[in-house]
């Protein structure tokens, strides 16, 4: 009777164990495009992706971590991605990386924000044909599918952008 008793213990918690590593797994997945290509956390790397992780138990919000491959984060990503263009050079940059930033933070769950220093990622520039900064263009499956042309522009504003990334994601989905 003990025997019985033992062997239905242990098969529950084999079930038990089984069920706890599938819901881990699935969350897992979830980002797995986009963690497989993502390195150290970084302020300095000419491709950040801005990622919204848990700040040590303060919360949700921004980090920046570095993007160990590019080519293969932008054809292998699930979600669309919102490729930032900037240059350190340019002074205005700082107040457009916060409003990007903000834009991360609010749109996580449709988009990934990959921020690019140009000045330091030149085969970017040339491979998007960026001829202006800041620069913004959508990416999906690895092929452009949108791009916010702030050289045609004398002004804009951060809502613009938000409005227009969340048209052109419509778009996809």
Known sequence: MRRIACSRNVIVLLLLGACLTMIS?????????????????????????MVYEDLDGEGMGIL??????????????????????????????????????????????????????????????NRYEVVAVPEFIIIHSGEEVGRFDSADKQTWYPEEVSDWMISVINTIE
């Open 64 to 125: 920046y971590r570095s993007v160990t491959d590019f080519d293969k984060f932008i054809n292998n990503t699930d979600k669309p991605i919102l490729l930032y263009m900037y240059t350190s050079m340019h002074a205005d940059d700082a107040g457009t990386t916060a409003s990007v930033e903000q834009i991360a933070e609010d749109y996580h769950k449709e988009v990934v924000v990959i921020s690019i220093d140009l000045f330091r990622a030149s085969e970017v520039a």
């Open 25 to 49: 797994c699935s969350r897992g997945n979830a980002n797995q495009g986009v963690d497989d290509y993502l390195g150290d956390y970084s302020y300095d790397s000419p491709i950040i992706a």
